[in-house]
């Protein structure tokens, strides 16, 4: 058994050797067909390779011979087309696609074969075409800078027009001409920069200045404010049509005769005011030009983006409006200069702050609209001067009331002059106060949009400023008085009671409360504290009505008992007890009239402050004086007792009621 499993073994074993042998054979057959396989293929790709190769240089060779076809063919018919002899261009999309070409021609020349004539022929061709562009896109644009601003009867109602946007009128220009001048615009911006910003703005920069300045509803009506300020300043400058022209930018004047001669030096053309011997100015022309300005910068931006990419717009506007508004701020420069002579000249007149206000509350108002136009790339800030000038205006009205130096004051008084205009005006702040408050933020933080609580804060303290200086004003004008009659206090008396009753009524305090109430009761508490302090003085002191009261608390030296017995006979009087009845009656007499005399002139105008010191004064006297008159009136103290029984107690009541006037 054990050898017949061994032969089985042998078998298998033989039987996978000759399956293993079998295999290896197969496995080289197969072998050697892949490697022949292998060669045929690539032999075949090389062959094709090289078939693909030759087909691209044959399709290159084409393509290159191809544009060189059409670059000789260009060159020949090209300068009919863009011959300079014909001006109009019948097809704008046909010619800016032959330049295209001629571009892209010698650009292939340049970069194949710099050195050929072709280069030459072609760039002056490009350039010949540009020119004929240039020249046709002028031709079109003339018709559509012509026609596209409102007409003069319109202009009126742009003034009143709050619309944000005004839309043009179309009506001259056709809509292939719009489309030509877009589709030319666009070619510009791709190809030569911002030639054609140039070309537009140059024409519509024109255009839209003239039709301002040549515009008789504004150029004579839009009065100017410089002419009527020295028309009405005090120095009367007659200024003539000679002395027109344009001012650059220059820091304030301090006399006319720094004016005269800047204007005399001023040949070039003004752009707001024609003249400047104007009389009938009025802050609303000023205001209606500013307006229709900012209103056709508006119709400029539309116009502008029917033609003009939109990222061309922010640098072109400007240069539209460059004229226009640096003429106007030179004008504007130019009048404030005016103003602040006529201010610095008097400090107290109020009227270049009228002016000033006004248009400051203009601004505010159209504040949106300004920021709009600077969202369409024109940042000329045409208020800025005008915010300067008002603050110095305002600061030199401010210590002008300080240092004031007229030196007359009113012969009884009575509140002066320039406390009771300057109330007035004073009122006239409260109904500015956004305004003034605008203006002094912005010197104090050169920011014109300045927080609005922050504003009204700074108002408080300049309103509170012009009061003290008022006051200081008041107390150097009081020095003018004598001193011996108490009129000095008087004065300073009705002054400031008269600020703080105007304050008052005229709801200065309460806003002034509202605003900055530490501002507020500092304010009231200095001027209760002047009026109680120079009450006092003008009541109390020395020469005034406590003298009455001094003389009769001296007494005569009689003593009650002897007084009893001079009035019973029981005594003769003696001679020195009759004297000094004789000399206390003839003092009190005197000085009662003396008083009477000199102070029934003064004038407290206010009555219940005029009530309230006559009943104080009546309070000090009349009860001592009634005693005094019943103690002595009845004694022999004289044989012409009727001449020291001069005032009965009820007629020295009736002379110190004479006393104070109205006004």
């Keep these: 058994m054990p050898s017949e499993g061994f032969s089985n073994l042998k078998e298998l074993a033989a039987l996978n050797k000759s399956l293993s042998d079998k295999l290896k054979t197969h496995q080289q057959s197969f072998d050697d067909r892949i490697q022949r396989i292998t060669g045929n293929i690539q032999t075949i790709y090389e062959q094709t390779s090289l078939l693909t190769i030759r087909k691209k240089n044959l399709n290159a060779t084409l393509t290159e011979l191809d544009k060189l076809y059409k670059i000789y063919t260009l060159?020949?018919?090209?300068?009919?087309?863009?011959?300079?002899?014909?001006?109009?261009?019948?097809?704008?999309?046909?010619?800016?696609?032959?330049?295209?070409?001629?571009?892209?021609?010698?650009?292939?020349?340049?970069?194949?074969?710099?050195g050929v004539p072709n280069i030459l022929r072609l760039r002056q061709l490009y350039k010949n075409g540009c020119g004929k562009l240039n020249r046709y896109y002028q031709q079109v644009l003339i018709h559509y800078v012509d026609v596209k601003l409102p007409s003069f009867e319109s202009i009126q109602a742009l003034v009143n027009d709050d619309e944000e946007e005004t839309q043009p009128s179309l009506e001259l220009i056709s809509d292939d001409d719009v489309a030509n001048l877009r589709t030319m615009s666009h070619f510009f911006n791709d190809n030569m920069?911002?030639?054609?910003?140039?070309?537009?703005?140059?024409?519509?920069?024109?255009?839209?200045?003239?039709?301002?300045?040549?515009?008789?509803?504004?150029?004579?009506?839009?009065?100017?404010?410089?002419?009527?300020?020295?028309?009405?300043?005090?120095?009367?400058?007659?200024?003539?049509?000679?002395?027109?022209?344009?001012?650059?930018?220059r820091p304030s004047l301090k006399s006319h005769q720094n004016l005269d001669k800047i204007m005399q030096n001023d040949k070039l053309e003004r752009f707001l005011f024609d003249c400047v011997s104007l009389e009938d100015f009025d802050v609303n022309n000023f205001v209606q030009l500013v307006t229709i300005i900012i209103k056709l910068i508006g119709v400029e931006y539309q116009l502008l983006n029917e033609i003009i990419p939109e990222e061309r717009t922010a640098e072109c506007l400007p240069r539209i409006a460059d004229k226009t508004f640096t003429l106007l701020i030179t004008d504007i420069e130019?009048?404030?200069?005016?103003?602040?002579?006529?201010?610095?000249?008097?400090?107290?007149?109020?009227?270049?702050?009228?002016?000033?206000?006004?248009?400051?509350?203009?601004?505010?108002?159209?504040?949106?609209?300004?920021?709009?136009?600077?969202?369409?790339?024109?940042?000329?800030?045409?208020?800025?001067?005008?915010?300067?000038?008002?603050?110095?205006?305002?600061?030199?009205?401010?210590?002008?009331?300080?240092?004031?130096?007229?030196?007359?004051?009113?012969?009884?008084?009575?509140?002066?002059?320039?406390?009771?205009?300057?109330?007035?005006?004073?009122?006239?702040?409260?109904?500015?106060?956004?305004?003034?408050?605008?203006?002094?933020?912005?010197?104090?933080?050169?920011?014109?949009?300045?927080p609005n609580d922050i504003s009204l804060s700074n108002a408080v303290v300049f309103i509170s400023k012009i009061i003290r200086n008022l006051h200081l004003n008041t107390v150097q004008k009081a020095l003018?008085?004598?001193?011996?009659?108490?009129?000095?206090?008087?004065?300073?008396?009705?002054?400031?009671?008269?600020?703080?009753?105007?304050?008052?009524?005229s709801g200065i305090l309460n806003i002034l409360n509202e605003l900055n109430s530490i501002e507020a009761a500092e304010l009231i508490e200095h001027s209760n504290n002047t009026i109680k302090d120079n009450r006092r003085e003008f009541i109390h002191s020395a020469n005034s009505w406590s003298k009455l009261?001094?003389?009769?608390?001296?007494?005569?030296?009689?003593?009650?008992?002897?007084?009893?017995?001079?009035?019973?006979?029981?005594?003769?009087?003696?001679?020195?007890?009759?004297?000094?009845?004789?000399?206390?009656?003839?003092?009190?007499?005197?000085?009662?009239?003396?008083?009477?005399?000199?102070?029934?002139?003064?004038?407290?105008?206010?009555?219940?402050?005029?009530?309230?010191?006559?009943?104080?004064?009546?309070?000090?006297?009349?009860?001592?004086?009634?005693?005094?008159?019943?103690?002595y009136s009845q004694l022999s103290f004289s044989k012409h007792t009727d001449k020291y029984l001069k005032y009965l107690p009820n007629e020295v009541d009736e002379k110190i009621n004479e006393c104070f006037k109205i006004s």
């Design 549 to 631: 009261r001094t003389i009769l608390s001296e007494g005569v030296g009689i003593y009650f008992s002897e007084i009893e017995k001079y009035k019973d006979g029981f005594m003769k009087m003696k001679e020195k007890h009759r004297q000094a009845i004789k000399d206390k009656f003839s003092a009190f007499n005197d000085e009662l009239d003396r008083l009477h005399a000199v102070q029934q002139n003064f004038a407290i105008p206010d009555e219940s402050l005029r009530t309230s010191i006559k009943n104080e004064i009546k309070s000090m006297i009349i009860a001592d004086y009634k005693q005094f008159y019943e103690n």
């Design 480 to 505: 003018s008085y004598e001193s011996e009659s108490g009129i000095r206090y008087l004065f300073i008396l009705n002054n400031t009671h008269y600020v703080l009753q105007s304050l008052t009524s």
């Design 75 to 114: 060159e020949e018919e090209a300068p009919s087309l863009l011959s300079l002899e014909k001006f109009e261009i019948d097809d704008v999309k046909a010619f800016l696609q032959t330049l295209v070409k001629i571009d892209e021609a010698a650009t292939y020349f340049e970069q194949t074969n710099p």
């Design 334 to 450: 130019y009048l404030m200069d005016v103003l602040q002579v006529r201010m610095n000249e008097n400090r107290v007149d109020f009227t270049p702050l009228n002016y000033l206000l006004t248009i400051i509350r203009f601004e505010n108002k159209i504040r949106p609209k300004l920021k709009k136009i600077q969202e369409y790339g024109i940042n000329y800030n045409i208020f800025e001067p005008i915010y300067i000038a008002t603050y110095n205006c305002l600061d030199a009205y401010k210590e002008g009331i300080k240092i004031n130096q007229s030196r007359s004051v009113p012969n009884d008084g009575t509140v002066a002059e320039l406390t009771s205009t300057v109330m007035r005006r004073l009122q006239t702040v409260k109904e500015y106060i956004n305004e003034v408050g605008s203006v002094i933020s912005f010197n104090k933080y050169n920011e014109i949009d300045s």
């Design 193 to 249: 920069n911002d030639s054609y910003c140039t070309i537009y703005a140059g024409w519509r920069s024109s255009t839209f200045y003239e039709k301002i300045r040549s515009s008789t509803s504004i150029s004579e009506s839009a009065v100017s404010l410089a002419s009527a300020t020295l028309n009405r300043s005090a120095v009367g400058l007659n200024i003539t049509s000679k002395h027109k022209g344009r001012l650059g930018r």
